[in-house]
Each structure stands twice: as C-alpha cells, then as structure tokens.
C-alpha cells in the first residue's frame, strides 16, 4: 500500500461549527511513527479560541438538548453511516498516524460506527421511572415522584493515541446523546484521526456550535481546558500519572478516567495451555503491546511455568515484525521517547538476572517481540506498564501467591484467568482487585456496551455505552404533591 505522504496537508481546527485555522498561526508537526517522517500538520488553538469554543458549545447546547432523542439519534446514524464511507481513508489516516496495522485501522472504523449505532438505541431504551411516596413507611405519603434524566452541559472528551477514532467516539457519541455540547481534545498523535473522524459528523448534518475540536500544544490549552468554568464534566482515557494530574485540576465536577494497567495473565497448573497460549499472544503482542489492557505480566504455577514459556518462545519468535502496511503484529512503538523506555525495562530485568527467553533486538523505534522469564519483585518490570512488547513471566507456587502479587501492583484494570476448574477461576476472580477478571480469555475491552472500569490507580467512573451515558447526563426529580 503507498504510503502517500508527497503532498502535506495542514489541517484546519473545527471550531464552533467551522472549519478554520488558528488564529495562533502556528501549526504542530504530526510524524509517522513507521514512516518516521512529517504526515500532516494540525493547528495548534488558542485559549481564546477555546473560550470561543465552550462559549457557542454552551449556546448551542440549549437548542440540541430540546431536540427528541430520535432527533438527535438520527444525526449520531448518519454520523456512523459517514465513517462508514470514508472507512478506508479514515483507516488509512490512522496507520500512518499511530502505526496501527491497516486491517486492524479498518477494524476500529467499523466497531467505532456499531457503537454509534447501539449507543443510540440505548439512549432510546432508557426510560425514566416514577416513585409513589405511599411505597415508603411511616405514614401516607401522598407525593409522586418523575424522574428524569437531563444533560449535564458541556463534556471535554480527552483521547489517547492507541484507539484515536473508537476511543474519541465512545465519549462523543454518549455525550451528544445526553443532550451536552462536546469539547474533543485528541492526543496530539491522533489528531489527524480524530479530524476525519469529525469530518464525516460535520458531514451528517451536526448543528453548528454544539462540537468543537481543539488540537494544540498540551503546556498552553492542556490545563486551560480542565480548569475552564464552562467544561461540566470531563472524560479522559490515558496514562495514571496525567490522570491523577487531571483529579487534582478539576474541582467539583464530574470526572471519569480510564487510565494505565499492568493487567496479570494468571495460568494455574489445570489450564488448558494452548488456549492460555493463544490468549497471551494476543492480549500481550497485538498492536506491539500499545494497549492499556494488554496482558502485561504472566503468574504462573512454577508445575507448568517451563512448558508455558517453551510454548510462548515458539509463538513469539513466529509473530510478524514490521510495517502496519503489512499488517505486522510488532510495529514501531508511537515515538523514540516509548522505545527507550521499554528498553531500559528490559535492561533493568536483565541486569538483575532475568532470564532472556527471546527478543531484546531494537532498530530505531521498532522493538522486537521480548519474553522474560524468572522475573522477580526486585525487576521494575514486575510492576511498570511499558506500552510495549515485553513480556514477563514469574513463576510462583501458589493461587494465593499469584493473587497477592496481582494485587501488590498499583493497578487494577483486568485480570485473566486460566484453569478448568470453573470454581476455582471464580474463587480467584473474587480476590482479584480488577475493574474485570477473564476466565479463559485474554484481557481487552469490550463488547462496547459491557461496563468498562478500573481500580486503584487504573481508573475511575465506569464507561461502556449504558454507563456513559449515564455518567454524562444527571437525575433531575419533579414531584407532583397530590390531594
């Protein structure tokens, strides 16, 4: 496939319903990870215009709330229809933005527009309710009570690089269903994704004002945005330590966050091994490890740990290293900066006596496929995420000593399981602190509508399509005082 980059292109901002450059003048370089050249250039906004921005987000919100649901629906079907079209160009823009393998870039255009879809559904389905006071003891209460569900005002939706169109879409699509005008900062690697994604709900007919889209440098609208008194609710997906930033930023408004995991693949010595192999190639390689619920450390049971990792070493020696237009399952990691930090992981365990299984070879951004076996507590890549393709393995004697070491870790996004014995796998998921444990499968969010969440450091608020538009729209309760 060609890469196509010749001609550069300098995206305009979407603002307040037009298509514009900043009036900053400036421009922000988007590079190819792979390409490892310049692919575009996004505007870099200012906070004046972002003022702007949250200005006519606020008055257009007033006329979109006031619309039906099957109104305001109709414009979200054709927004899926739109991406639809343009799910080659869309995908397209996405490997070469992020490095995605292209197959898997078509993936998330098409998964992105069923969620659209459901997401209006769900927002058709959900009902309000009505309490009788009489239900309630200690005498007639005659009252009853609506209750109803209203818009919360203006969402700020925060996306991260790895899924820049599904992710951005899964905070857009409920928010605008609830009734709330949207301020979209995408990661600034995800940018270009994220335009042609709001390219084709321009293209469906969205009211002007009610989205805008703001890319810019994170140090000059990166904490204006948090800390404006027009944003009533924040979204945000990415790393714990701009999460934590982010809690301590906003003050008395709503915030969900998705952020960082070390999710544990835990084989007892009664698993199926193919499956638990097949599982933690994919939830630990795909997409060279770039995802926040990639398995990324095995505990297992030191009776099958040597035959596991034999199994591994096979399977990770055979993936596919290379170019996302090859549809490689290792690619470049999203910058050098990324890259240097798997591999001072990868010292680290080695040199306090990590086993090297295979892997540890590096061109540029590209780090090969890394299995680590005999790992231990001392090794920082026992515990740090790396956004990567590493892989470590500690063996350990017991359910209970995999249990403990799951939860010594300061995350707690997914949990997998591995074991035949169904009661077993639900014992062990009970004492596992994960917003979700996986028997018998590997760790990854979704289906869409499933509740999404995390623990401890790894998040908090639930997503998935029901609890986000719950989370993005409050109770509001009228009571009709009766004779």
Excluded at 433 to 444: D, L, P, S, W, Y
Aim: glycine fraction near 8%; include cysteine.
């Amino acid at each position: 496939m060609a890469s196509n980059v010749s001609e550069l292109m300098t995206y305009k901002a979407y603002l307040a319903g037009e298509w514009k450059p900043s009036s900053s003048g400036e421009t922000i370089a988007i590079k190819s990870p792979y390409l490892r050249e310049t692919i575009g250039f996004v505007q870099a906004v200012t906070q004046e215009e972002v003022d702007e921005a949250i200005r006519a987000a606020h008055e257009a919100e007033k006329k979109w709330a006031a619309l039906s649901l099957s109104e305001r629906g109709a414009v979200l079907n054709r927004w899926a229809d739109e991406l639809v079209k343009d799910e080659e160009e869309i995908a397209r823009a996405v490997m070469q933005e992020v490095g995605k393998g292209y197959k898997d870039s078509r993936k998330e255009v098409v998964r992105t527009a069923d969620l659209i879809r459901y997401t209006v559904e769900e927002a058709l389905h959900m009902h309000g309710e009505s309490l009788r006071g009489d239900g309630f003891p200690g005498g007639p209460q005659k009252k009853l009570g609506v209750v109803e569900r209203e818009p919360l005002g203006v969402v700020l939706a925060i996306s991260p690089f790895n899924y820049p169109v599904n992710l951005a879409a899964s905070k857009i699509a409920p928010a605008l269903m609830a009734g709330n005008g949207v301020i979209f900062k995408p990661a600034t690697q995800g940018s270009i994704s994220g335009i042609k994604m709001i390219e084709a709900l321009d293209k469906a007919g969205l009211p002007k004002g009610i989205l805008s889209l703001t890319t810019g440098r994170g140090s000059v609208i990166g904490d204006y945005l948090v800390e404006h008194k027009g944003i009533d609710m924040i979204s945000f997906t990415g790393g714990s330590s701009t999460g934590r930033h982010l809690s301590k930023q906003s003050a008395m408004i709503p915030l969900v966050l998705e952020l960082g995991g070390k999710d544990p693949a835990i084989v007892c010595e009664d698993a199926d091994l193919d499956v638990a192999v097949k599982s933690i190639m994919n939830g630990a390689f795909s997409y060279s490890g770039q995802r926040c619920t990639a398995i990324k450390r095995v505990l297992v049971n030191e009776k099958v740990a040597d035959k596991l990792v034999a199994m591994l070493k096979s399977q990770v020696e055979n993936l596919s290293v290379g170019s996302p237009e090859e549809d490689s399952t290792i690619v470049p990691l999203i910058d050098d900066k990324s890259a240097d930090f798997v591999q001072s992981l990868i010292d680290d365990a080695l040199a306090k006596n990590a086993t090297l299984v295979t892997g540890n070879s590096r061109k540029d951004n590209l780090i090969y496929p890394t299995l680590l076996d005999n790992v231990t507590e001392e090794m920082d890549v026992a515990w740090v995420e790396p956004f990567g393709p590493v892989l470590p393995v500690i063996r350990v004697k017991t359910d209970e000593e995999a249990i403990k070491l799951a939860n010594k870790s300061e995350f707690g996004l997914q949990a997998s399981i591995f074991t035949q014995d169904i009661d077993r796998a639900f014992a062990v998921a009970k004492q596992v602190e994960a917003g979700t444990v996986q028997i018998n499968g590997r760790t990854e969010r979704g289906p869409d509508h499933f509740p999404f969440l995390g623990v401890k450091a790894s998040g908090m608020g639930v997503q998935g399509i029901h609890n986000s538009l719950i989370s993005m729209s409050r109770q509001k309760v009228t009571v009709m005082n009766l004779k």
